[in-house]
């Protein structure tokens, strides 16, 4: 737990870090994992009315199920949700369609991707797997930023990245 942010001297630096990329960057919104606070309170009032913070859904192993991150968006209007879709699919697949019907009023921003050929956070485009990439469907009402979190591991390969772009926005279309 001494890793979690709280109210302490290192915390509140690391805050006050963040802010200033925040702010050159442009950035409204900060997404810390949600099993990273220990100190919700500490971490808002710390940020304070210029940024939002975005919690974000963890995978099963972090501990801190998609229930008590409902219950916690439920109880504090000014937190708001970073939705990981290959996070919420870990649980099951039908997590994602749930975790985004409960929640889809308090999401800031999207990190899109999806777990396939032995690989965390891979491109959605290139799943083998039909029903993993068809459930990410239930996202095409959504008017929320995408980030693509897929990875490139071993150089930047353009056509990739372009592919990604193309399947996000053939998922957008119905709008």
């Not at 950035?27 to 099993?35: E, F, G, Q, S, Y």
């Not at 290139?126 to 469907?137: A, F, R, V, Y």
């Not at 980030?147 to 390969?157: A, C, D, N, T």
């Amino acid at each position: 737990e001494a890793n979690k942010y709280r109210n302490t001297d290192f915390f509140r630096n690391e805050i006050n870090k963040i802010k200033a990329l925040a702010k050159k960057t442009g950035c409204k919104n900060i997404t810390i994992h949600a099993d990273q606070i220990e100190d919700f309170q500490f971490v808002l009032k710390t940020l304070g009315n210029e940024f939002n913070l975005c919690i974000e859904n963890v995978r099963p192993k972090e501990n801190f199920p998609n229930e008590k991150l409902i219950d916690l968006l439920d109880n504090n209007k000014n937190i708001f949700l970073t939705l990981d879709t290959a996070h919420a699919m870990e649980f099951s697949l039908g997590e994602l369609s749930s975790l985004y019907n409960k929640t889809k009023e308090r999401i800031k921003q999207i990190h899109l991707s999806l777990t396939h050929n032995g690989r965390f956070h891979n491109f959605a485009h290139s799943c083998p797997d039909e029903n993993l990439k068809s459930s990410l469907n239930v996202l095409a009402k959504s008017s929320c930023p995408i980030v693509i979190e897929g990875g490139l591991r071993e150089k930047f390969e353009k056509d990739l990245i372009i592919n990604e772009i193309n399947f996000i926005r053939s998922l957008f279309k119905t709008k």
